[in-house]
């Protein structure tokens, strides 16, 4: 008797898969939500960059100053489907996972988008939803994987509608469009434009500054942000404000590696021809007439 695919664990909500920490009141009120002047919102599909992009922010909004523990950085930028937000100084950093499309797109905020290539992007989606005890997808073979995210049965949503939106949104004055890839091969750049972006006075403080400049440099690498976004379980559902009772001593305990290597083209050592070949065909039919991939012409398959 053939085996059942296995599939993360998720929950539905209004008929969406979705993640399973996902607040259903929060997720249902998110189309409602209404952007003050000057609030910040980050917009990334998962593993795309979040935590980077977040932390470059905050530390840009900081004069380099990083935030020292998992809490105090998820308190400075709740998620906006999984937090409520409370009052807090401005400018407000907000996060989602959602596309535009799902939130209202509003001129009052400025907004920041990171891409990554769905290769490496649908990697490290596997390797997080696998240490996440919640997802019960421990065992899970990256083929079975594969299938869950061109199906947008991994929690949140397909990869390439929550990109579309937003690329088609990349040239507005209020949204900074950036990939990962840039990102990495340019970061000094990068983070200059976003200083810009976020404000006059923040480009200005990176350039005149270099004691700033180089904190923000070294306190948004890999090996800085390793060292305080490696929560346990316990604390992510205690950050969601959720009950810890009901999960066992090995779950709460479990470290997710928010932050893992950093890296383009981890693809390569996970994707056999034949996954190979079911990504293409994925990538064709999401994306026939559009030119988002250029985004990664660099890539050869």
């Known amino acids: 008797m053939a085996v059942p695919r296995r599939v ?3 929950q539905m909500i209004d008929g969406d898969v979705c993640y399973i920490y996902f607040d259903p009141a929060l997720y249902r009120e998110a189309p409602h ?19 980077w992009i977040q932390q470059i922010i905050q530390l840009v909004l900081e004069q380099g100053e990083s935030a020292r523990t998992f809490d105090e950085f998820a308190n400075r930028a709740p998620f906006l489907e999984m937090n409520e937000l409370k009052p807090t100084k401005a400018p407000r950093l907000i996060r989602t996972h959602l596309p535009f499309g799902k939130i209202k797109f509003s001129r009052k905020a400025k907004y920041v988008y990171v891409a990554r290539n769905p290769w490496d992007c649908c990697v490290s989606c596997y390797h997080l939803i696998r240490e996440t005890p919640a997802c019960k997808f421990g065992e899970g073979t990256f083929d079975e994987f594969l299938e869950a995210f061109i199906r947008a049965e991994m929690g949140a949503g397909d990869y390439f509608d929550n990109l579309m939106a937003a690329y088609e949104l990349k040239d507005e004055p209020n949204v900074f469009f950036v990939t990962y890839e840039e990102l990495q091969e340019r970061k000094a750049d990068v983070v200059l434009r976003l200083a810009d972006f976020l404000g006059e006075d923040y480009g200005r403080c990176l350039r005149v500054n270099d004691d ?3 904190r923000v440099m070294e306190k948004s690498t890999v090996s800085f942000m390793k060292e305080f976004l490696r929560p346990d379980q316990k604390q992510v559902l205690v950050q969601l404000g959720k009950d ?11 470290v997710l590696n928010l932050v893992r290597q950093g890296t383009v083209g981890d693809w390569e050592t996970h994707f056999s021809p034949k996954n190979i ?17 250029s985004l990664w012409k660099d890539i050869r398959i």
């Open 8 to 10: 993360p664990a998720t």
């Open 33 to 51: 939500f209404e952007p003050q002047d000057g609030d910040i919102i980050e917009l990334t599909y998962p593993r795309c960059g979040s935590h």
């Open 212 to 214: 700033v400049f180089r």
């Open 244 to 254: 810890t009772g009901s999960a066992d001593d090995c779950e709460t305990k479990a």
């Open 277 to 293: 070949e079911t990504m293409r065909a994925y990538i064709d039919a999401k994306t026939k007439g559009s030119e988002v991939m």
